[in-house]
């Protein structure tokens, strides 16, 4: 080469050199001081500094599927549209993760979920609609009538806003709305940085909330045959297992999540925990869902892989033996509420009297208990924690009822005509 060439050479050089430093002096430090995401995995970053400050997140991160594919943390931390960004040393990463950054990547497990009561029902059973836009609302209402578009639970009222907070959302924030516009949150059920299939296929995952006097089901899965044998034998089982591989070889025994969400050799899998359901069970009087022909064909489907067909059928029949018995000692209680209300001996407002409150425990309760006993194979919460209590709830209800009739009676004899009436807050 010519001396001419190289000096043009070694010109345009520098000045592409210079050019680039002039550009750069021009963007935002915050930047240039972003690492790529090729650079996270190749270097390990962010581990540098959260191996000293919190070891296990690290850990738990190693472990999962997700590093083993090759996700790194940028590729879920990083802000996605309508959430707040926050420099982190340097990183630029999203100051609240939300379902919306798995959604990324899981779309179809999102959009399945939204459909369940698992999202915006699940709030708004406790805080009412006021936290959704008028679309989630409509969404939600196409799927779940009345489940979002509803005042909050009353009860909530008397027990104030810290009851609320440290004790119905815990559970409840499944179904949050945020402000990214999205709904809850999957770390719920898979945990933050493990992001574990096997954590949401083992039963004391949906134990954390699906437990205690309203919904027992963890209390009466651990009672079942299902829940004994998978006590017994669970050290054998591939709870990891791709999900739409899952062979009964991995899992010989059902976990809630193999009846309500597995892809059971060939079945579909869904985050919609709704989608094998038949009735409304946590209502005080239960009806059969729109979808009750599907739904129960569908469970049926997964029941099959262990029973045969005449045992399943029967098995159902007696469960909905049940829902119909339930409903009948609900229908008392009602009855019996309702009079005392036409009769004016009950303020119109909620949980303000005694006999609110033994009406709530008959089918909050107790009913729920026994129905979900009664599909769920657990006898002892049908009958003793079941049956038994609502019982013993609808002998108290009478008794106070009677009370009550009593006293208006003799305040009315005392008082002259209308003077023993209860206030309703209404003029005479």
Not at 188 to 202: D, G, K, M, N, Q
Not at 415 to 425: D, H, I, L, M, Q
Request: hydrophobic share 35%.
């Amino acid at each position: 080469m010519s001396f001419r060439g190289v000096f043009i050479t070694i010109f345009l050089g520098t000045a592409l050199i210079v050019a680039a430093f002039m550009v750069n002096a021009h963007r935002p430090g915050l930047d240039l001081a972003h690492p790529t995401a090729a650079l996270v995995r190749a270097t390990g970053k962010c581990a540098e500094c959260h191996r000293q400050e919190t070891s296990a997140v690290v850990h738990e991160f190693e472990m999962s599927r997700h590093n083993a594919v090759g996700v790194n943390c940028l590729e879920c931390h990083r802000p996605v549209d309508g959430q707040e960004a926050l420099d982190h040393r340097g990183f630029t990463i999203s100051r609240t993760m939300t379902a919306a950054n798995c959604k990324q990547c899981h779309e179809t497990e999102y959009d399945q979920y939204l459909r369940s009561r698992h999202a915006a029902p699940a709030w708004a059973s406790v805080s009412g609609k006021g936290d959704f836009t008028v679309e989630q609302i409509a969404f939600s209402e196409r799927f779940h009538k009345g489940a979002v578009d509803r005042k909050p639970m009353a009860i909530t009222e008397r027990e104030g806003p810290v009851a609320v907070s440290k004790g119905c959302l815990k559970c409840h924030e499944v179904g949050r709305p945020n402000r990214d516009g999205s709904i809850g949150t999957c770390t719920a059920c898979h945990a933050r940085h493990a992001a574990s299939v096997e954590l949401a296929r083992t039963p004391e995952t949906c134990g954390q909330c699906h437990m205690g006097p309203d919904h027992s089901q963890i209390e009466i899965y651990h009672e079942s045959k299902h829940g004994v044998l998978f006590n017994a034998q669970k050290a054998h089982f591939n709870l990891a297992a791709r999900p739409k591989q899952l062979t009964t070889r991995d899992m010989p025994v059902p976990t809630c999540a193999t009846c309500h969400m597995s892809g059971l050799e060939g079945q579909k899998v869904t985050h919609d925990v709704t989608e094998r359901l038949s009735y409304w069970l946590f209502a005080a009087t239960s009806e059969k869902r729109p979808t009750y022909a599907q739904g129960q064909a569908n469970m049926k489907d997964t029941c099959l892989k262990c029973h045969t067909t005449p045992r399943i059928e029967q098995y159902y029949k007696d469960a909905e033996a049940v829902v119909d018995s339930t409903n009948a000692l609900v229908k008392q209680a009602d009855d019996l509420m309702k009079g005392l209300r036409d009769e004016k001996l009950l303020t119109p407002d909620p949980f303000d009297e005694p006999i609110d409150y033994v009406y709530f425990d008959l089918w909050h309760y107790f009913g729920r208990t026994a129905k979900h006993g009664a599909f769920m194979g657990g006898a002892d919460f049908v009958q003793w924690h079941g049956f038994y209590e609502m019982n013993v709830k609808l002998v108290e209800l009478k008794k106070q009822a009677e009370e009550l009739r009593a006293a208006h009676r003799a305040s009315s004899r005392a008082g002259g005509e209308g003077g023993g009436k209860r206030s309703t807050g209404a003029g005479e």
